[in-house]
Every structure is written in C-alpha cells, then in structure tokens.
C-alpha cells in the first residue's frame, strides 16, 4: 500500500548520472503537446518508489530562468498532484519506473494545460506493458 500524500520527495526525484545516461540510451519515448516523455520499465524495488522524475526544461527556447524555473514549477507541482494515480498503475502491475518529462517548442502554457498533458501522460504510462 502506498501513501496518499501529496508530497514531492527527494527520492522521487531521478538523479545520478549513470541513471539519466541509462534512461536516455535504453528509454523509449510519447511525444505530447508541451513535452516530450523519455520512460524506461524496470523491476521494483521496495527502496526506490515506483516512478521517479526528471524536468528539463532546455535554455534553447527559454533564455532567461525565471521562465525555466516557472515551467519546471508548473510541471512538478500538476505531477505532484496526479501521481497517485501513476503510483497505483505501476503498483498493480508490478513494474517500476523512471521518466524524463522534456519540454519542446518556445511558447509557455498555462497551469491548466500543463495539468491536462500530465493527465494524459499519467493515463499512457499506466496502459504501457
């Protein structure tokens, strides 16, 4: 059983470099309508929590951070609000994974749109395997 909360966690966090190079060379991709998703499946682990997150937001299309660190927040906290949902997938179907959410294209979006295509990647990531 997993818990309920809300909240963000370090461990939730993908970090290390072997672990990012390992998702980028292994991982298959979903392209959505602000990002770009990188995902790799493994075995789970009662250590890691079933899905850990990397947002990358690239300087090629935003040159200033406020901008960056804007989208990065809107992303984090629309996927710290719906990951339960991931979470309960993952679980039932005994898999575990890490996921690069890439923002593609110049223009910003709106809280709620950014809402709505975490959704959407939630809902494809559950149905994956």
């Known amino acids: 059983m997993i818990n309920r909360s809300e909240t963000f966690k370090k461990a939730e966090k993908l970090c290390g470099i072997k672990t990012i190079d390992g998702l980028f060379e292994n991982g298959r991709f979903l392209n959505f309508r602000h990002f770009r998703i990188v995902y790799l499946v493994s075995e789970p682990d009662n250590e890691l929590p079933p899905a ?3 947002i990358s937001i690239p300087k090629k299309y935003f040159k200033k951070a406020i901008m960056r660190n804007l989208l990065k927040r809107r992303i984090r906290e629309a996927y710290r609000k719906n990951k339960y949902d991931l979470y309960t997938g993952l679980i039932e179907k005994n898999i575990r994974m890490d996921i690069a959410i890439i923002w593609v294209g110049n223009t910003t ?10 959704r959407e990647m939630i809902r494809r990531l559950i149905a994956i395997k």
């Open 52 to 54: 850990r997150i990397l």
């Open 109 to 118: 979006a709106t809280y709620v749109e950014i809402t709505e295509s975490v």
